[in-house]
């Protein structure tokens, strides 16, 4: 079974820019989250989406966004990029059975480089 | 919002022995506690979860403790390997948000960092 796709792995972009990340999660999941992780603030939740609709959203300015496909397949957004975006960006499905199954299932995750 | 502290932040220790590492977090209505760990150039991975209604859970060399009085949780990893070395997440969180329900958001600690020397 093929496990969370993360593209492009990695990406290097200059300030003022914008970048679309992709995440197409384990086939039959329909939750899917996105985190940044940097060395400084850690793991920090973006938001996340199930069945197309985003459930709850983190500490992050507008500039960052998502959205989730009928498929499931999600993407998220980062417009004016500034040098602080740079991190890796992790995206996670979860086959979430109420009160059963609650793991989250992570990508390779997203390398940003902003120059 | 919740909050999670993580203890120690790098750990170092000699193949054969047991690494302990510590949560505390700050929200009482944290219900779900799992541990993540890490390898370079991949995403965490769950090694081992607990709920808020058992105060330990054990998987093979992997351990897992709970105290909800005191609002902290700790990883036990005995008879360490070379392999076992990596960078371990705790984190916390509710079942339940405003709004409705949500399992995707988790509060991550700052990570450790462990070391096994053969």
């Known amino acids: 079974k093929a496990g969370v796709t993360q593209t492009p792995r990695y990406l290097i972009k200059t300030r003022g820019q914008q970048v679309t990340l992709s995440c197409s999660p384990i086939s039959g999941h329909r939750s899917v989250s996105w985190y940044q992780q940097t060395p400084g603030q850690g793991l920090q939740f973006l938001f996340e989406y199930f069945s197309e609709t985003q459930r709850n959203k983190g500490n992050f300015p507008g500039r960052f966004s998502g959205r989730q496909f009928s498929n499931s397949r999600s993407e998220m957004n980062v417009s004016t990029l500034e040098l602080g975006d740079s991190a890796l960006y992790l995206c996670?499905?979860?086959?979430?059975?109420?009160?059963?199954?609650?793991?989250?299932?992570f990508g390779e995750g997203s390398r940003l480089t902003v120059l | 919002g919740e909050n999670v502290e993580q203890h120690p932040s790098t750990l170092s220790v000699q193949e054969g022995d047991s690494a302990v590492i510590k949560c505390t977090y700050s929200?009482?209505?944290?219900?779900?506690f799992p541990w993540y760990k890490q390898e370079l150039g991949k995403g965490p991975q769950l090694i081992i979860d607990?709920?808020?209604?058992?105060g330990e859970k054990k998987d093979q060399r992997i351990a897992v403790t709970l105290n909800k009085t005191a609002k902290h949780f700790s990883l036990h990893i005995t008879e360490t390997q070379p392999e076992d070395s990596a960078v371990y997440f705790c984190?916390?969180?509710?079942?339940?948000?405003?709004?409705?329900?949500?399992?995707?958001?988790?509060?991550f600690g700052q990570g450790t960092i462990l070391t096994v020397h053969p």
């Open positions: 984190a916390a969180s509710p079942v339940f948000y405003a709004g409705g329900t949500s399992y995707g958001k988790l509060t």
């Open positions: 996670a499905s979860s086959l979430e059975r109420v009160l059963i199954d609650r793991e989250l299932f």
């Open positions: 929200d009482s209505a944290s219900n779900y």
């Open positions: 607990i709920r808020s209604n058992v």
